[in-house]
């Protein structure tokens, strides 16, 4: 690939130049602070993801996932936590605001094309009482990532749109890429037969989702 063929953007005049300036009411949408609206949407949300950077800027991105209700906790209008379940440990996300606290959340709600964005500034509890308002099958969170809000707005459903996200007439989740095992097999566990791992990402994964391994 020849990058030098390519017409790259360096800086913000020339950004702007391209893409033009924002609109006024996409400047104006921000908020400081959650709404009635945006607690509803959080409430129904199950499922973000969480963009964080550590101190160098090297970016991960993690989704988290849980019955609508059981996700995320609004402890107040500047204050959100969300739950964390139990995993493989890598804990990618949560050794990067351990050295920079800022992260990026986004909220979908299943045949929505908008979506909430909040951004703010976290850290990390490993109890307290409002634990028991995230307990999902009898099992609380194993930590929560506390985040006070900096900036909370709408985002609307054009990516949704083009991507047909939630049309079903569009997914074909083999059709392309194999099934889970497999990948597992050919990009991380070459050594385990392919019975194993069928089984291993059979029913009882589901079944112990809330278990830690």
Same mark, same amino acid.
């Given at each position: 690939m020849?990058?030098?063929?390519?017409? +790259?953007?360096?800086?913000?005049?020339?950004?702007?130049?391209?893409?033009? +300036?924002?609109?006024?009411?996409?400047?104006?949408?921000?908020?400081?602070? *959650?709404?009635?609206?945006?607690?509803?949407? *959080?409430?129904?949300?199950?499922?973000?993801?969480?963009?964080?950077?550590?101190?160098?800027g090297r970016c991960d991105?993690?989704?988290?996932?849980?019955?609508?209700?059981?996700?995320v906790h609004v402890l107040d209008e500047h204050t959100i936590a969300i739950a964390e379940r139990p995993g493989n440990r890598r804990a990618d996300s949560y050794r990067n605001v351990l050295a920079n606290p800022h992260v990026g959340l986004e909220f979908l709600i299943p045949g929505r094309g908008d979506t909430l964005r909040v951004n703010g500034r976290a850290r990390l509890v490993s109890d307290a009482p409002f634990f028991d308002d995230l307990e999902v099958k009898g099992h609380r969170p194993v930590l929560a990532l506390v985040v006070d809000v900096e900036t909370v707005f709408f985002h609307c459903a054009k990516a949704f749109l083009r991507a047909g996200l939630w049309k079903p007439e569009t997914w074909a989740p083999e059709a392309v890429v194999p099934r889970r095992a497999v990948v597992?097999?050919?990009?991380?566990?070459?050594?385990?037969? *392919?019975?194993? *791992?069928?089984?291993?990402?059979?029913?009882?994964?589901?079944?112990n989702l809330y278990v830690q391994p």
């Open positions: 020849r990058s030098q063929d390519w017409s +790259e953007i360096t800086d913000e005049a020339a950004l702007t130049a391209l893409l033009g +300036e924002p609109t006024p009411a996409a400047l104006a949408k921000e908020r400081s602070a *959650l709404t009635a609206i945006d607690r509803d949407w *959080l409430a129904a949300s199950p499922f973000c993801v969480i963009g964080t950077a550590d101190a160098e991105v993690s989704p988290k996932g849980d019955p609508a209700g059981s996700l597992a097999q050919r990009m991380e566990r070459a050594d385990t037969p *392919l019975d194993q *791992l069928d089984e291993y990402y059979g029913p009882r994964y589901e079944e």
